[in-house]
């Protein structure tokens, strides 16, 4: 188990940014410790990985909710992650021509 800080090292994010996460309902499972502080596993770390590579491509607070709670569904929403992800995707090559 981590504490916060080593997450936010491991992860390479502000330790804002994880509360907002946790608040925010974008980290699942997170456990707290006998002094009530969050404590992560790996399982966390993957997770939030994971979301900070989502939000460096622009994806919104609000789409990186949905995809969260398509993920927790399960394999039945991999056609929906597979839209948003390809949306994200066109939007982010649009921006990298218009660049050019």
């Known amino acids: 188990m981590y504490t916060t800080k080593e997450v936010c090292e491991q992860v390479g994010i502000s330790y804002e940014t994880l509360k907002f996460y946790c608040k925010e309902g974008l980290v699942p499972n997170v456990k707290r410790d006998k002094n009530n502080y969050r404590i992560f596993d790996e399982k966390n770390i993957a997770w939030l990985k994971g979301l900070q590579c989502l939000r460096k491509c622009g994806m919104s607070i609000k789409d990186m909710k949905l ?9 039945s929403t991999i056609a929906q992650r597979k839209e948003m992800l390809d949306k994200l995707k066109e939007s982010l090559l649009k921006k990298m021509n218009e660049l050019n």
């Not at 995809?67 to 394999?75: L, P, Q």
């Open 67 to 75: 995809y969260m709670n398509y993920c927790m569904e399960g394999s």
